[in-house]
């Protein structure tokens, strides 16, 4: 499936102690939140907009199933698996501003990152061309995002594998342990569309949504899960594969889909991205 005409957008800082890990901390030191648990910021990774100043490098349509492209800037210092769930949503918009998000699918979802910390814009390690973000084939449906529904159950994997190698590289996570989570991340979400300004690592989105011509569909990635020790300070090389796995985890265990991680072979009701580093 192509979402050309979807705003992609992420959540900073949604599962705790990942930005600890991934060095993104400080970048957020200035960020003031209600509780400690709310999520930092929402950023955009992808904006089907023409016009967008120094934020041009946005409109280029970034997502892959199959494939990540290695960044030939000096800027990257390290590059990253960043294991974490993307709600397929319809936008709803009244007098321009968005008044409600409705999810209906969920997906595997790799929101693979530069590090390199003197970046302005957390923006800035998110999309550095094609092929550099990874949302899998699988949509999984949802009737709702209430608690309860189909979502809760699920639990996010990730591994990497090299020359043959397979490593854990992320923690196994449920869906349940984001911060926030159903109705209230919504609702935050949809917040910050509306009033998160351009300030420090953050940008102004009700901007960018007004240049894309006020989308009615978006790709929203809810925040990436803490690392393993072999993830956090193991990073991608150019022939390896990243693998994000979202499964059902009262029907599957940890050491069943590690097998199938193996193998390459995952049950058809799992939610996989599989992507070979080029």
Not at 82 to 93: S, V
Not at 99 to 122: G, V
Request: net charge negative.
């Amino acid at each position: 499936m192509q979402y050309n005409q979807f705003i992609g957008l992420g959540v900073a800082g949604n599962f705790a102690g990942h930005l600890e890990q991934a060095g993104e901390a400080l970048d957020f030191a200035n960020v003031k939140t209600q509780e400690i648990i709310q999520p930092k910021a929402i950023f955009p990774f992808y904006v089907p907009a023409k016009q967008l100043a120094e934020y041009s490098f946005l409109s280029q349509y970034p997502l892959s199933s199959s494939q990540i492209q290695s960044p030939k800037t000096e800027k990257a210092d390290n590059l990253q698996i960043e294991p974490e769930i993307a709600l397929i949503c319809d936008i709803h918009y009244s007098e321009k501003k968005v008044t409600a998000l409705t999810p209906r699918f969920f997906t595997a979802y790799n929101d693979c990152s530069i590090r390199h910390p003197n970046a302005r814009k957390i923006c800035e390690k998110k999309n550095w061309g094609a092929n550099t973000k990874g949302i899998s084939d699988h949509l999984i449906p949802l009737t709702s995002f209430q608690k309860g529904c189909e979502i809760d159950k699920y639990r996010i994997a990730c591994f990497h594998q090299r020359n043959g190698e397979l490593n854990q590289y992320g923690v196994d996570s449920p869906t349940i342990g984001y911060s926030y989570f159903h109705q209230k991340l919504l609702d935050w979400i949809i917040d910050r569309m509306n009033n998160q300004i351009d300030e420090g690592p953050m940008n102004d989105i009700a901007y960018l949504l007004q240049q894309a011509n006020y989308p009615t569909q978006a790709i929203v990635s809810i925040g990436a899960t803490r690392y393993t020790d072999f993830g956090e300070y193991n990073f991608l090389q150019p022939g390896d594969i990243s693998m994000v796995i979202v499964y059902d985890g009262k029907k599957y265990s940890l050491s069943e889909i590690a097998k199938m991680a193996e193998t390459g072979q995952f049950a058809n009701d799992i939610s996989t991205l599989i992507q070979k580093v080029i």
